[in-house]
């Protein structure tokens, strides 16, 4: 039996999400998938437009045997971190394939840039162009001398280094995109998150773009409120995860000037801290996220199931014994810096949706579906 990986964030769950594992399905009809799933706060700083709840019952009616958790700490940092991160769950659960989707749709081109930002020389040269002045995705394009400026593509990337890097037994497979990541205008049944997520900004309907799924708004200036507090009242920013020497000191200086995160953005935004980088900052400030913290906790602490069913749980109930990280039921009760983290990020993203999501997080159980509609048992 072929048990395949995924990686996502569904943000939000759409038809494209639902091509994708009916395309996993049609290649390996008697697969197991295992979902790796990004929750309230996303890779690039941005915030989930449904709850982590809500994904994972979208991913378990559509295909999805088993569903765990990507924490805070990891998910909403780099791409090789969440990478890494990721791919650790991932072979811990003893998959044999990830499945991702890609612009090119070139896995010998993916793997190819893989090996070269795996090689000892390759962070000298990404070196060279930072102390040129140069941002980090630019410096990176031109150290590997490959051009590749898709997302997707380069996310892959980030995922086969992490599995060469471990030596990891798992095939590594695409997915050819059928959108842009970039567009968002035109009006497919498949288009981009991204294009979901700017048609909701404008007002639009989205129905026909997802399959169903409760889409939460986000209380944009409660949201600033909260991070503007955070900035103006502490003592010490630099401790912060992703805050560098001398932006703190830039923060400070233009917070009473802006009116939203966005204006904020604008005014800290320099050619070597690009949007992401200062979004992912952003919200680091906002949960508390410390460089100490992050530095300890280099490895996932344990397993944490959100959701599955009755073939994820025979899987899981055949691979337990054999697992080195602990698999949680009352997760709640462990004692992690990790949990402790993810539970500050369901509380902030309460209060800026008014979701009731800790009723989900301290209830202590995954979401269990008996029958999953797309599979043959």
Same mark, same amino acid.
């Not at 800290?268 to 900052?281: A, D, G, Q």
């Not at 906002?286 to 199931?305: H, P």
């Given at each position: 039996m072929e048990v395949i990986g995924l990686i996502a964030e569904y943000n939000p769950f759409h038809n494209g999400h639902v091509y994708q594992l009916e395309e996993i399905k049609k290649r390996y009809p008697n697969s197991l998938i295992i979902l790796i799933l990004n929750g309230y706060f996303l890779e690039r700083g941005i915030i989930s437009l449904e709850s982590k709840e809500e994904k994972t019952r979208l991913a378990l009616e559509y295909g999805v045997d088993i569903t765990i958790e990507l924490s805070f700490v990891f998910g909403s940092n780099s791409a090789d971190i969440f990478a890494e991160a990721s791919l650790e769950l991932l072979n811990e659960m003893q998959i044999n394939r990830l499945i991702f989707g890609s612009e090119s749709d070139n896995i010998a081109l993916l793997t190819n840039v893989a090996k070269r930002q795996l090689d000892e020389h390759f962070d000298e040269k990404v070196k060279l162009y930072l102390n040129q002045g140069i941002n980090y995705p630019t410096a990176l394009n031109k150290a590997i001398e490959i051009p590749l400026n898709d997302p997707n593509d380069l996310l892959g990337v980030s995922y086969i280094k992490a599995i060469l890097k471990n030596n990891y037994e798992i095939i590594p497979e695409t997915i050819k995109r059928t959108n842009n990541y970039h567009d968002t205008k035109s009006d497919e049944e498949i288009v981009s998150a991204s294009n979901i997520r700017e048609k909701i900004h404008n007002g639009q309907n989205i129905d026909r773009y997802i399959p169903k799924g409760k889409i939460n708004t986000i209380d944009e200036q409660l949201l600033f409120t909260l991070l503007k507090y955070k900035i103006i009242t502490e003592d010490n920013l630099d401790k912060y995860l992703s805050v560098d020497e001398g932006?703190?000191?830039?923060?400070?200086?233009?917070?009473? %000037?802006?009116?939203? $995160?966005?204006? $904020?953005?604008?005014?800290?935004?320099?050619?070597?801290?690009?949007?992401?980088? $200062?979004?992912?900052?952003?919200?680091?400030?906002?949960?508390?996220?410390?460089? !100490?913290?992050?530095?300890? /906790?280099?490895?996932? !602490?344990?397993?944490? /199931? /959100?959701? /599955?069913?009755?073939?994820? %749980?025979?899987?899981?109930?055949?691979?337990?014994? !054999? $697992?080195?990280?602990?698999?949680?039921?009352?997760?709640?009760?462990?004692?992690s810096k990790i949990k402790n983290y993810e539970l500050k990020c369901a509380n902030i993203y309460q209060m800026i949706t008014g979701d009731n999501v800790n009723s989900f997080e301290y209830a202590n159980r995954p979401i269990r579906l008996e029958e999953n509609k797309n599979k043959e048992n």
């Open positions: 932006i703190d000191n830039r923060l400070r200086k233009v917070i009473n %000037q802006a009116n939203s $995160l966005e204006e $904020l953005i604008n005014l800290v935004k320099t050619k070597r801290y690009t949007y992401n980088r $200062l979004m992912r900052m952003m919200m680091h400030i906002l949960v508390g996220l410390t460089k !100490e913290d992050k530095e300890s /906790l280099t490895n996932n !602490e344990y397993i944490r /199931l /959100l959701g /599955l069913n009755t073939r994820g %749980q025979k899987y899981i109930n055949k691979i337990k014994k !054999e $697992l080195s990280i602990p698999l949680v039921s009352k997760y709640t009760a462990i004692d």
